[in-house]
């Protein structure tokens, strides 16, 4: 069996009786005015994080989930673009894509704004979008691309990439771990489709992002998620892994490569009025402005020494310049 096989046997069954300990979601169910989250969604919630972003899904944008879970983040979604078809779910195994139907039936009971034909949902694999291209305003997926090998992902991500509108957003959440992963354990097809093996490093998830041809990434928020520890994993020391949220825009690639916010800020402390880098980069005094890791890289070169650059919080929200 391979590893894309043992993963839709595992979530078929997740999906016929909910697992509520499969997955470790690590930031807030968002409450929106308005609107309730029936409890089997709550407990079919097989994230890692959440993909739902308001400054993301303004002017009833067309939006893409895939891999619907218990359909909690597309019932967010919709909340954000009240349309028919405005949501489009996609998973290929269908006791999820029944189990969702079945859950938006009592999210419509429970919320009298929403409607199940609000989304859109299909059986289809990430791996071959059942979708035009330039189609979709905000694509997103919640701990479904570390699960993929490499050669995979790389094909996921093109993907997600083609059907984009020019400025989209693919919004995601997955693991990833700066710890070597034993050969053993990324071979484990359980445990991948647990989300607990297939993590790449930051590092390297950023890359293959931006190899897929989004111009700016951001890094918006990496939490504690789990660890693989000797004595309950096939492992010599223990594994520690963090769960990370990433935005990632279809927008031009400049010349010197991506733009890569990971929370730093640049503030002056100098005594001019302001400080101009010549380079589009103006610093007021003791305001610090959001930079990405490029520009970060460019002010500390300076050597200035009225010019303080702050480490990765790998916490961004918007702002600043690159």
């Known amino acids: 069996m391979s590893y894309l096989e043992t993963t839709k046997d595992v979530y078929k069954k997740a999906a016929e009786t909910p697992d509520i300990g499969l997955c470790c979601t690590t930031s807030p169910v968002w409450q929106f005015p308005g609107l309730k989250i029936p409890k089997i969604m709550l407990d079919m919630n097989y994230g890692c994080g959440s993909t739902v972003n308001m400054q993301d899904l303004v002017?009833?944008?067309?939006?893409?989930?895939?891999?619907?879970?218990?359909?909690?983040?597309?019932?967010?979604?919709?909340?954000?673009?009240?349309?028919?078809?405005?949501?489009?779910?996609?998973?290929?195994?269908?006791?999820?894509?029944?189990?969702?139907?079945?859950?938006?039936?009592?999210?419509?009971?429970?919320?009298?704004?929403?409607?199940?034909?609000?989304?859109?949902?299909?059986?289809?694999?990430?791996?071959?979008?059942?979708?035009?291209?330039?189609?979709?305003?905000?694509?997103?997926?919640?701990?479904?691309?570390?699960?993929?090998?490499?050669?995979?992902?790389?094909?996921?991500?093109?993907?997600?990439?083609?059907?984009?509108?020019?400025?989209?957003?693919?919004?995601?959440?997955?693991?990833?771990?700066?710890?070597?992963?034993?050969?053993?354990?990324?071979?484990?097809?359980?445990?991948?489709?647990?989300?607990?093996?297939?993590?790449?490093?930051?590092?390297?998830?950023?890359?293959?992002?931006?190899?897929?041809?989004?111009?700016?990434?951001?890094?918006?928020?990496?939490r504690p998620y789990r660890v693989l520890a000797p004595g309950h994993y096939d492992v010599d020391k223990l594994i520690y892994i963090e769960s990370v949220e990433i935005a990632a825009i279809k927008d031009p690639m400049p010349a010197d490569g991506p733009c890569v916010f990971t929370g730093k800020s640049a503030i002056y402390y100098g005594s001019e009025e302001y400080f101009d880098d010549k380079a589009g980069h103006i610093l007021m005094p003791n305001q610090p402005l959001a930079v990405c890791d490029k520009t970060a890289g460019a002010f500390a070169a300076l050597g200035s020494d009225d010019i303080y650059i702050s480490d990765s919080t790998y916490f961004y929200d918007g702002g600043g310049c690159c």
């Not at 967010?76 to 859950?103: C, H, P, W």
């Not at 419509?108 to 035009?132: H, M, V, Y």
């Not at 083609?162 to 919004?171: I, Y």
């Open 59 to 222: 002017n009833d944008p067309q939006i893409l989930y895939v891999g619907v879970g218990g359909g909690m983040e597309l019932l967010q979604f919709s909340y954000f673009s009240r349309q028919k078809s405005g949501v489009i779910g996609l998973d290929v195994v269908d006791e999820m894509l029944e189990a969702s139907k079945t859950n938006f039936i009592e999210a419509e009971k429970q919320n009298s704004w929403f409607k199940s034909d609000f989304i859109d949902l299909r059986k289809g694999t990430a791996l071959d979008l059942p979708i035009e291209d330039n189609s979709i305003d905000v694509a997103a997926q919640n701990c479904l691309f570390n699960i993929f090998t490499k050669e995979d992902l790389k094909i996921a991500l093109k993907e997600m990439y083609r059907v984009l509108k020019p400025n989209g957003r693919l919004v995601m959440s997955d693991p990833v771990s700066d710890d070597f992963i034993p050969p053993n354990v990324q071979n484990d097809e359980r445990l991948r489709a647990l989300c607990m093996s297939g993590m790449l490093s930051l590092k390297e998830y950023l890359r293959m992002i931006a190899e897929a041809g989004f111009g700016t990434l951001e890094v918006r928020a990496k």
